[in-house]
């Protein structure tokens, strides 16, 4: 059983299809990426999925149940986390403040499970460490985005989900970004995964989905549509 189904999923802002009969399926343990020129949907099937808009039609499963229904905070208690788009950090608050804004979204056992998910992310992101008081806003756009993934692993994801998370960064530090979601995966954590950056996106990916106009038209292996002179051609600029 997938521990994430999409079935038949479409999406509507007012007489705008945007999303239009998008079934798909993330397995326990997997890394998946959607990808897609912009306009294609893939945003809107991630806010689908983290409660954030409501489906015209369609069904979502997540690890057994039926949360088509269930609304935003629920999914995050269930083990949906989202790193949204634009990072969405609170510019005003200190990065150890937009950490534990992550932890309240779902409670911790006890203190010592909170310390130790808080050192794993001061492990695989030393920067936030080092700026625990810095305030988020005052940060580069790389170090938001850091402390957008950060804030997301403090609420222990069962499926992390990464909304374009190499937006507006620099070369040197998109690779720094991918490393660390590697690492992330590497670490047993699902993830679905929303990019641009195609070469990068489809080299780690177990599988990946192409989305055009709100449809799913292409599905793989990520090393395989790699090599496809389609995909190639579309999204890697090879011709």
Do not use: C, W
Not at 118 to 145: H, I
Not at 203 to 225: C, F, H, M, N, Q
Request: glycine share 10%; hydrophobic share 40%; aromatic share 4%.
């Amino acid at each position: 059983m997938p521990l994430l189904e999409l079935e038949n999923v479409s999406v509507s802002y007012g007489r705008i299809e945007a999303v239009r009969g998008v079934s798909l399926t993330v397995e326990e343990g997997e890394l998946v990426t959607l990808i897609g020129a912009n306009g294609a949907g893939k945003t809107t099937t991630m806010r689908a999925i983290s409660g954030i808009r409501p489906l015209s039609t369609g069904t979502i499963r997540f690890d057994g149940r039926d949360i088509t229904r269930m609304k935003a905070h629920e999914r995050v208690v269930a083990g949906v986390v989202q790193a949204p788009e634009g990072r969405g950090v609170f510019p005003g608050m200190t990065v150890i403040e937009n950490l534990e804004m992550g932890a309240y979204a779902r409670t911790f056992k006890t203190k010592a499970e909170h310390d130790a998910t808080l050192d794993n992310v001061f492990e695989l992101f030393p920067r936030l460490a080092e700026r625990k008081t810095q305030v988020g806003g005052t940060m580069s756009g790389g170090e938001q985005q850091m402390l957008a993934i950060g804030r997301a692993l403090m609420a222990r994801p069962k499926l992390l989900l990464l909304d374009e998370p190499s937006m507006g960064l620099a070369p040197m530090v998109i690779q720094q970004i991918f490393r660390i979601i590697s690492e992330i995966h590497d670490q047993g954590t699902t993830v679905l995964l929303v990019e641009q950056n195609a070469q990068q996106a489809l080299s780690r990916s177990d599988r990946a989905y192409i989305l055009e106009t709100g449809e799913v038209t292409t599905t793989g292996p990520g090393k395989d549509l790699l090599v496809d002179p389609a995909v190639k051609a579309a999204y890697l600029g090879v011709a």
